[in-house]
């Protein structure tokens, strides 16, 4: 397992409990949404062990001016329905937290 997927699996399971195996990846392109302005790679993991749900999303992004990354791990539920939708709703919620 390469070291970005283990830091992924280690940050998905900290925050939202049980075990979390990587299904796949896949590249989402939001940059010409109005919510969100980020390109990459999410990781989709299954989450055995979760009472809410039975897979999450989860992507690393750098942060702008420093030399640090900063980890996203979202649940798949309500209306995260999927990875577009996962990175939208941390792009919201970084925007709320901002105003």
Not at 22 to 49: E, M, P, Q
């Amino acid at each position: 397992m390469d070291k970005m997927v283990s830091d992924l699996k280690k940050v998905v399971e900290s925050q939202h409990g049980g075990t979390a195996t990587l299904n796949h990846a896949v590249c989402v392109l939001t940059r010409r949404s109005k919510l969100s302005d980020w390109d990459g790679v999410v990781y989709i993991f299954d989450l055995a062990g979760n009472v809410k749900t039975n897979r999450a999303y989860a992507w690393a992004t750098p942060i702008s001016g420093a030399n640090d990354t900063r980890y996203f791990a979202v649940l798949h539920r309500g209306r995260i329905t999927g990875p577009v939708e996962a990175v939208k709703a941390a792009a919201a919620a970084i925007r709320g937290a901002a105003a």
